[in-house]
């Protein structure tokens, strides 16, 4: 069994047709979906990038592996992890070719060599006879959204004004779009421990501020949902030279997401590293999840209970026959897949408001535990001198306007609880 794990940054569920989207966004992941596996309730670690890509390969809270931020980040790509044991290496060890594109930023986790200028359907080609796992992860769905036009007009339902369209050129063409009165690291002119050297042109940093309207949604979200087809076009290409190949029933594909995105449910868009002003609700942290394996996977089979990033290792592991680690904290998804209802009822996310470019000395942090029912938020700092708590009953406000923290209800005092124990956690290994 090969292993094809595709991590689109910023992809939001909603905005793809298996997920009931009335838009036609994603035809070659709705065909993963009918084929495969699809998880409803995944919900992402982070609201940024690296601690969910950490979480996912090494089945570990952000609370557990500690890399949830740029100083933290320094740490662990300069050694911190030296001789740690991953995932990627019991793969390897496995025989394995572990391979992806832009995944050498993420070395410590096991990864040896980063394929981006080769191409993905070659690396298909060249490794037809041998046993790979490898990690794509595009960018199409990331600010900047600036899609070709004929999806951009695709997507929408009435033209823009010319205001509106004054104001989608800064979506178009900035990574960092933000409200006015903030500043990001990159325009503070502080120094950023992840170069970004690698980088396409379009996603090279660039920042800009624009005060968004509410008229301006429609484009907005044609802009993306543009993007999601670029994104749909890549994932129809990779699946059809597999086919070509006659190796794609014998490659389990995971398709998922590091995090949500913001489209102006508050106002902004983007996610923390982008607007600063990253959130916890469920459009920063719901994902999409899709399995497809037919030689063990029923296809059409739909998993409503909510699940993490960090169940993704363990589900691998034990198709592959391969013993759990100890430190892995997920669980593997197999039971559910095959009908079984127990599972863990909590998943923990966290995120700092400005996430990656988050100017030195803010020390703000965010945490959230959620069931299928209740969300808990907690604004706080590093040095919890700070408190502020958010309840939503997410069955009767799943878009999260009415916090209930001024009277909270009785099923929220054992979340705060598990939430406070959670951040209690020290990293295992990072002072």
Same mark, same amino acid.
């Given at each position: 069994?090969?292993?094809?794990?595709?991590?689109?940054?910023?992809?939001?569920?909603?905005?793809?047709?298996?997920?009931?989207?009335?838009?036609?966004?994603?035809?070659?992941?709705?065909?993963?979906?009918?084929?495969?596996?699809?998880?409803?309730?995944?919900?992402?670690?982070?609201?940024?990038?690296?601690?969910?890509?950490?979480?996912?390969?090494?089945?570990?809270?952000?609370?557990?592996?500690?890399?949830?931020?740029?100083?933290?980040?320094?740490?662990?790509?300069?050694?911190?992890?030296?001789?740690?044991?991953?995932?990627?290496?019991?793969?390897?060890?496995?025989?394995?070719?572990?391979?992806?594109?832009?995944?050498?930023?993420?070395?410590?986790?096991?990864?040896?060599?980063?394929?981006?200028?080769?191409?993905?359907?070659?690396?298909?080609?060249?490794?037809?006879?041998?046993?790979?796992?490898?990690?794509?992860?595009?960018?199409?769905?990331?600010?900047?959204?600036?899609?070709?036009?004929?999806?951009?007009?695709?997507?929408?339902?009435?033209?823009?004004?010319?205001?509106?369209?004054?104001?989608? #050129?800064?979506?178009? $063409?900035?990574?960092?779009?933000?409200?006015?009165?903030?500043?990001?690291?990159?325009?503070?002119?502080?120094?950023?421990?992840?170069?970004?050297?690698?980088?396409? #042109?379009?996603?090279?940093?660039?920042?800009?501020?624009?005060?968004?309207?509410?008229?301006?949604?429609?484009?907005?979200?044609?802009?993306?949902?543009?993007?999601?087809?670029?994104?749909?076009?890549?994932?129809?290409?990779?699946?059809?030279?597999?086919?070509?190949?006659?190796?794609?029933?014998?490659?389990?594909?995971?398709?998922?997401?590091?995090? *949500?995105?913001?489209?102006?449910?508050?106002?902004?868009?983007?996610?923390?590293?982008?607007?600063?002003? *990253?959130?916890?609700?469920?459009?920063?942290?719901?994902?999409?999840?899709?399995?497809?394996?037919?030689?063990?996977?029923?296809?059409?089979?739909?998993?409503?209970?909510?699940?993490?990033?960090?169940?993704?290792?363990?589900?691998?592991?034990?198709?592959?026959?391969?013993?759990?680690?100890?430190?892995?904290?997920?669980?593997?998804?197999?039971?559910?897949?095959?009908?079984?209802?127990?599972?863990?009822?909590?998943?923990?996310?966290?995120?700092?408001?400005?996430?990656?470019?988050?100017?030195?000395?803010?020390?703000?942090?965010?945490?959230?535990? =959620?069931?299928?029912?209740?969300?808990?938020?907690?604004?706080?700092?590093?040095?919890?001198?700070?408190? =502020?708590?958010?309840?939503?009953?997410?069955?009767?406000?799943?878009?999260?306007?009415? $916090?209930?923290?001024?009277?909270?209800?009785?099923?929220?005092?054992?979340?705060?609880?598990?939430?406070?124990?959670?951040?209690?956690?020290?990293?295992?290994?990072?002072?």
């Amino acid at each position: 069994m090969n292993v094809l794990w595709i991590l689109e940054d910023a992809l939001r569920p909603d905005h793809m047709g298996c997920y009931g989207y009335k838009r036609d966004t994603t035809p070659n992941c709705d065909r993963l979906a009918r084929e495969g596996v699809r998880f409803d309730g995944a919900i992402a670690t982070a609201a940024h990038t690296l601690p969910p890509i950490v979480s996912m390969l090494m089945s570990q809270w952000p609370a557990t592996h500690g890399v949830v931020d740029a100083p933290r980040f320094i740490q662990w790509i300069g050694g911190a992890w030296d001789g740690v044991e991953t995932p990627l290496h019991s793969l390897e060890r496995a025989g394995y070719c572990v391979d992806g594109e832009l995944v050498m930023r993420w070395a410590p986790l096991g990864f040896r060599r980063d394929t981006r200028s080769d191409g993905i359907t070659a690396y298909f080609d060249s490794h037809r006879q041998d046993k790979w796992f490898f990690y794509a992860e595009p960018y199409p769905t990331h600010l900047p959204y600036n899609p070709p036009a004929e999806y951009f007009e695709q997507f929408l339902d009435e033209t823009p004004t010319p205001e509106t369209m004054a104001r989608m #050129e800064i979506v178009r $063409n900035f990574l960092i779009v933000h409200p006015s009165g903030m500043i990001s690291k990159l325009e503070a002119g502080e120094a950023d421990p992840l170069p970004d050297d690698d980088a396409d #042109e379009a996603h090279r940093r660039t920042a800009a501020a624009v005060d968004l309207e509410p008229q301006d949604r429609g484009a907005l979200e044609a802009l993306y949902d543009g993007e999601v087809r670029v994104f749909d076009d890549l994932v129809g290409e990779w699946l059809g030279r597999l086919e070509v190949l006659g190796i794609l029933d014998e490659t389990l594909i995971i398709l998922t997401a590091d995090h *949500g995105e913001e489209l102006m449910e508050r106002g902004h868009v983007g996610h923390c590293s982008c607007n600063l002003m *990253g959130t916890l609700y469920d459009e920063s942290i719901r994902v999409p999840l899709i399995l497809r394996y037919p030689p063990r996977l029923k296809p059409g089979t739909v998993v409503d209970a909510q699940v993490s990033q960090i169940d993704i290792m363990p589900t691998l592991f034990e198709m592959l026959d391969l013993p759990q680690r100890d430190w892995m904290e997920g669980q593997s998804l197999l039971p559910l897949i095959d009908g079984d209802t127990a599972f863990r009822e909590v998943a923990f996310s966290e995120t700092t408001p400005a996430g990656w470019q988050a100017l030195s000395g803010d020390d703000r942090q965010i945490f959230a535990i =959620r069931t299928a029912r209740w969300k808990v938020i907690l604004h706080t700092d590093a040095r919890r001198s700070s408190r =502020r708590l958010e309840i939503f009953d997410l069955a009767r406000d799943p878009g999260e306007v009415d $916090n209930l923290a001024a009277s909270p209800p009785v099923a929220a005092a054992p979340l705060i609880a598990q939430l406070d124990e959670y951040i209690a956690q020290q990293p295992r290994y990072l002072d």
